[in-house]
Structure formats: C-alpha cells, structure tokens
C-alpha cells in the first residue's frame, strides 16, 4: 500500500521560495515516476513536474526557471524547490506517484498561499 504525505506549503511574499516534500510509504517509490500538481480555487488540477525513476524532469512551462522538481531514493522523498513565487502559483499542491503498472496514487495536499 502506498501513502503520501506532503509537506512544506505555507504563506510566502511574492518573490519569496518554499520548498515542499512527499514522503512515500512502500516499496515502489524508487521505480515509480513522481510529480507535483496543484489545485488554485474554482480551476482544475493541473501538472507542475514530473520526475522519472530515471531522474528525467517535466516541467509546465509556467514554472520553468523557476521550480526545481527532484527526489531522494534513499529516503523515499520527493521534493519541489519553488522560487520567485508570484500569486498565481498560489493553490494546493498535490504529490502524485504512478507506479510501473499505471495506477495513481495522490496525497492529501498542501496549500501554498503566495501574498502581500
């Protein structure tokens, strides 16, 4: 069984950087393609980056140069870096693992808040 845990979003400026992580439980995490998507009110859930077991990245392009998607094999952890953030990167953001098989497994999510 596969569970996700996010964590790292909170209230940041304009301009400023977080950085969230992904805890994974299982086995499957080190062979499985990892990614970020996010949520912002009243829009659908959109794709940030995504990450292969071969450490190739995706990223959308509203976020390149300035998101860095990455993970930790070892520790089971995925990672996104988000700097200069502005307000409409302002949402929830989702942890997303897509086993070898297809099957999708999502996290609870945590919001990002990007404000004055």
């Known amino acids: 069984q596969v569970q996700l845990v996010e964590s790292g979003g909170g209230l940041v400026q304009p301009g400023g950087s977080l950085r969230l992580s992904c805890a994974a439980s299982?086995?499957?995490?080190?062979?499985?393609?990892m990614g970020w998507y996010r949520q912002a009110p009243g829009k659908q859930r959109e794709l940030v980056a995504t990450?292969?077991?071969?450490?190739?990245?995706n990223y959308a392009d509203s976020v390149k140069g300035r998101f860095t998607i990455s993970r930790d094999n070892a520790k089971n952890t995925l990672y996104l870096q988000m700097n200069n953030l502005k307000p409409e990167d302002t949402a929830v953001y989702y942890c997303?693992?897509?086993?070898?098989?297809?099957?999708?497994?999502w996290g609870q999510g945590t919001q990002v808040t990007v404000s004055s």
């Open positions: 299982g086995s499957i995490f080190s062979i499985s393609t």
């Open positions: 990450i292969t077991s071969g450490g190739s990245t």
């Open positions: 997303n693992l897509k086993s070898p098989f297809g099957r999708h497994y």
